[in-house]
């Protein structure tokens, strides 16, 4: 009988890796939280760095979530060990979907959390460490004014399911009064579906 | 592998003797509606597993009619209202229907596509336990409402309404009134003429019939429009050649359930008691969902603080254990389950929510072995938990 996923995922589901376990001392030289629990997910990444070669040398990390948001997180937390963190900052879900042999289109939102966290804590130890000016803020850019609907909004309708301008609407109500964003937002659509889903 | 079946509110499996029929009639072809020997054949069988539905709910033959699903008859008498009396003979020119915010997704999706046919669609909230409270519809209907529609019991949370006096205030302001039965018929005994519904909707798959076949109940002189339109099938109820291997199967699964139904209660009270200490006893942080006493017999849904549901579905699956989950990720939406938010539990205790349903070959054994393997998993999936 085919599992739900694919094997990767259930090997990674069944055993996940690097996962803190209780009690465990790991100390953390950044430590980033992402999501939560009403969304139905959240997820907690801690890193140790080797300061002088600027490496990840080591990570835990822990989640409320599903199958996906395990199984990823898992994967992510073996792909990123010794790499840079210029490196480790670049990994996108779609790297991580890739090692995972691919989750269905409906779970990539799932899968989203792991990448996040991480970042979050290479920028908390970027801002222990006195590398501020290295922090790439992920700052929500206002597309629809009449809406108040964000770029991060119209990513997270798309993981969400929307493919096209109307679906978009649906999901954000974005240019549903003057319309004139929806140039704009289409670029962004086309942007983030070929980010996600592009085989 | 052990396989531990507790998802009987999806669907059941065959009865053994259900199956037995539906072997034994493979070779009934005839077309119900020809005038030759062997469609008289068929016609009769039909005509026999319609007259065992209707006994089953106290109804008479002739107001039973078969539909291919519980979602076709559904959808069949919501779509009755926003039609315009004077092109068909609809029920009435009353655009206006009251139903509830727990239905199953064929009544809330079909309620929503009336709406924007015109029909003006009013949703009663229920309690924490997810009892419809009949002061709101009271509040609600209008001499505008043409049909009030409300589930005889939930199949997330098995809580059962009290249909008899919904009904009673649907018919004081003359509106029609429907019941979605799916979940109830075969598990609790169910007579129309003491609910005095108008319409009751049946699925056979859910009583250890076969999938692809349900049936609605359409009470004498209630005026009624066909969805599916064609041949003279069903009256002209239900266009279309009946599903006669199907029809003949949900007859003999009716027929069963009147005999074991009674019995089969009792035992699947006591296993669910079984169930919720021992889930009790052995996982700390969970709470029972649905209402205490007023509860389909073998339907027990849980929320289990700090975990996510579809993780603990998926691990159960593992151990050979199948349950359900009320979480989005299961769901394929950002959303979980619109009964339980209905029901006003925080998000996240919807996102942690199992729903066990037991049935008719379910052991004691079973319910052991779930325990144990529920706690281990739930052990397992909190200490990875960010939220516990």
């Known amino acids: 009988m085919d599992w739900v996923y694919t094997d990767i995922v259930k090997d990674h589901f069944m055993n996940p890796r690097n996962v803190l376990k209780q009690g465990e001392e790991f100390v953390a030289d950044g430590e980033g939280m992402v999501g939560n629990m009403k969304c139905g997910d959240q997820m907690m990444f801690k890193i140790k760095v080797d300061k002088i070669k600027n490496t990840l040398v080591d990570c835990r990390w822990k989640t409320y979530g599903c199958a996906s948001a395990i199984a990823s997180t898992s994967v992510l937390s073996e792909m990123v060990k010794g790499m840079t963190l210029d490196k480790a900052y670049l990994v996108s879900p779609k790297d991580v979907n890739k090692n995972l042999g691919g989750l269905p289109d409906h779970k990539i939102h799932c899968s989203v959390l792991g990448d996040k966290a991480l970042r979050a804590a290479i920028n908390d130890y970027y801002r222990k460490n006195g590398m501020e000016h290295k922090v790439q803020k992920e700052e929500a850019k206002v597309i629809c004014q009449c809406m108040n609907v964000t770029d991060h909004e119209i990513e997270d309708a798309v993981l969400d399911g929307a493919r096209t301008y109307v679906e978009l609407q649906e999901k954000t109500k974005l240019g549903t009064v003057c319309g004139q964003c929806k140039d704009e937002a289409i670029t962004l659509l086309e942007q983030y579906i070929a980010k996600h889903f592009s085989k | ?388």
């Open chain 2, 1 to 388: 592998m052990q396989r531990v079946y507790l998802d009987h509110n999806a669907t059941t499996p065959l009865h053994p003797e259900v199956k037995k029929i539906i072997v034994n009639s493979l070779d009934v072809f005839g077309n119900p509606s020809s005038m030759h020997s062997l469609g008289r054949e068929a016609r009769k069988l039909v005509e026999e597993a319609r007259g065992k539905v209707a006994h089953f709910i106290g109804a008479d033959p002739e107001e039973v009619f078969f539909v291919g699903s519980g979602t076709e008859a559904n959808n069949t008498v919501l779509s009755l209202v926003p039609c315009s009396p004077n092109k068909c003979h609809c029920p009435s020119a009353r655009h206006e229907i009251i139903t509830t915010a727990i239905e199953h997704p064929c009544i809330l999706e079909a309620s929503k596509c009336i709406r924007e046919r015109g029909a003006e669609v009013k949703y009663l909230g229920v309690d924490k336990y997810g009892k419809v409270d009949s002061s709101q519809l009271e509040k609600f209907i209008t001499n505008k409402t043409g049909l009030v529609s409300v589930m005889l019991a939930n199949n997330e949370i098995g809580t059962i309404q009290d249909i008899k006096t919904l009904a009673k205030i649907a018919h004081k302001n003359d509106a029609l009134f429907h019941t979605d039965a799916v979940q109830a018929v075969g598990k609790m005994p169910i007579n129309v003429k003491d609910l005095d519904v108008d319409f009751l909707t049946i699925s056979a798959h859910k009583l250890y019939g076969p999938k692809g076949v349900g049936a609605l109940y359409v009470k004498k002189g209630v005026r009624f429009c066909p969805l599916i339109r064609g041949g003279h099938q069903e009256k002209g109820r239900r266009a279309g050649t009946e599903n006669t291997l199907g029809i003949i199967a949900f007859g003999k699964a009716v027929e069963l359930r009147k005999i074991e139904m009674t019995d089969e209660t009792k035992r699947l009270l006591a296993l669910k008691q079984i169930l919720k200490q021992g889930l009790q006893k052995n996982i700390a942080d969970i709470t029972f969902n649905g209402h205490p006493e007023d509860c389909l017999p073998g339907t027990l849904n849980v929320s289990i603080d700090g975990v996510e549901g579809e993780s603990v579905l998926l691990y159960l699956d593992l151990e050979g254990i199948c349950v359900s989950t009320g979480s989005a990720c299961a769901s394929g939406s950002l959303d979980p389950s619109h009964v339980l938010l209905a029901t006003g539990i925080p998000v996240e205790r919807a996102h942690g929510s199992i729903r066990i349903s037991l049935g008719r070959e379910t052991t004691e054994k079973e319910i052991i072995y779930t325990i144990e393997k529920m706690a281990q998993v739930v052990k397992r999936v909190r200490e990875i938990s960010t939220a516990y």
